[in-house]
């Protein structure tokens, strides 16, 4: 990918100009010194993001990708890397928090990086991986003006994952698939396509900074509100034909069915569900295969109706219809993905060992026609 990085952003004349990571961004504290007396019961999780990485010293590098104005606050839209970007061989992307109303999403990744701090702390062969083996790179809460007032768009009413410039091949659900008629309708995608918003240029910048040609990549990114069971869907959003590393999927589905035989998630294509344009992960994949490089983007979609079932009013909130409320069952969520994460940071250290190629390739492909595409 060209290395520059994006460092310009037009914004809708209505909304307030949010400004892009450059290298001269203040840094995450200096941003947080200014908002964070404010944001204890609005963005709390923001401030255990902060948390975090005063706990881990070291062993986390954050950094400000964006600033994002939000009612009267300016929010950091942060990464953090563990291990050294320069000389890892492989690295885990994981992103949540792109619906900001889908906090449960970004709760886990956060329970998910303590742990990976705390076992550095006496695990040494767990440490070790991170010196040259893997990095892993986190964006906790992508959208975090949306995560302050409960939305599922940002700032300026975008919803970040159909904003991407694919259109679907086929038709989409109606307005749910991505629509340009109005803004304070959920899932409006932007005006045009080359008018992009600061999160998902700073999510561009991550990307093009963290995956090389010799650095194959995984990425998990976490949701919440589809269905009663949790699903890992594999792109593409916006066909419903294969991806051209179908195989990859496969072999990467079967790993962890051998290994997992008792898992309870759903693991197949997104376009078995529903088609939506502007889906990130499309685009991201597609340009990055366009440029040699490997990246495998999953998307963990958090069953939500389920705690709804058990606990209907949550209906009445709709914070409640996308997070779990009852005390122990947000316990639950929190440590039931911890395993699935550990498993994904594995398989990305160790690509070279299950990623078919040749005529192992050619059979999970078929294997992948007639698992999800016998129609075709
Ligand atoms: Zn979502």
């Known amino acids: 990918m060209p290395q520059t990085e994006y460092s310009t952003h037009h914004s809708p004349p209505e909304s307030p100009k949010s400004e892009i990571n450059g290298p001269n961004f203040p840094d995450f504290t200096a941003v947080m010194d200014a908002c964070r007396g404010r944001l204890h019961k609005r963005l709390s999780e923001l401030l255990a993001l902060e948390q975090l990485c005063r706990q881990a010293g070291p062993l986390i590098h954050s950094r400000t990708e964006a600033l994002i104005y939000a009612e009267e606050f300016t929010l950091p839209l942060v990464s953090l890397v563990i291990g050294n970007p320069d000389t890892a061989k492989h690295c885990l992307l994981v992103t949540a ?7 449960i999403g970004t709760q886990v990744l956060l329970a998910w990086l303590e742990t990976v701090v ?11 991986q991170f010196e040259t083996e893997i990095c892993i790179v986190a964006v906790p809460i992508v959208n975090p003006g949306g995560m302050l007032g409960d939305s599922r768009c ?22 749910v698939g991505g629509q340009r008629l109005w ?27 963290h995956c090389h040609i010799n650095r194959p990549c995984i990425a998990v990114d976490f949701h919440s509100g589809f269905g009663f069971q949790d699903h890992l869907w594999i792109p593409y959003a916006y066909r419903r034909l294969p991806i051209p590393d179908i195989g990859s999927y496969v072999a990467l589905k079967l790993l962890w069915e051998r290994n997992f035989p008792h898992h309870n998630y ?3 294509p997104q376009a078995m569900h529903y088609l939506s344009h502007g889906d990130i992960w499309d685009y991201f994949y597609q340009r990055c295969r366009a440029d040699g490089i490997t990246l495998l983007p999953l998307t963990l979609e958090m069953g939500s109706w389920l705690w709804v079932k058990k606990h209907p009013q949550q209906l009445f909130s ?7 409320t009852v005390p122990h069952r947000h316990a639950r969520v929190l440590r039931g993905h911890l395993l699935l994460i550990d498993f994904l940071l ?17 059979e999970m492909q078929q294997m992948a026609q007639s698992l999800w595409y016998r129609q075709l």
């Open 154 to 175: 940002n700032p300026n009413g975008v919803d970040l994952n159909r904003h991407a410039p694919i259109d679907a091949e086929d038709k989409v659900p109606f307005l």
């Open 118 to 128: 705390e076992r550095c702390r006496w695990d040494e062969h767990w440490r070790r």
């Open 183 to 209: 803004r304070k309708i959920p899932w409006y995608r932007g005006r045009r396509d080359d008018d992009f918003e600061p999160e998902f240029i700073a999510l561009k910048n991550i990307i093009q900074r």
């Open 266 to 268: 759903v693991f197949g």
């Open 346 to 362: 594995a398989a990305a250290r160790n690509i070279e060992h299950w990623r078919p190629q040749g005529e192992q390739e050619r």
């Open 318 to 324: 709709f914070a409640g219809l996308f997070n779990p």
């Open 97 to 103: 928090g792109i619906h900001g109303v889908e906090r």
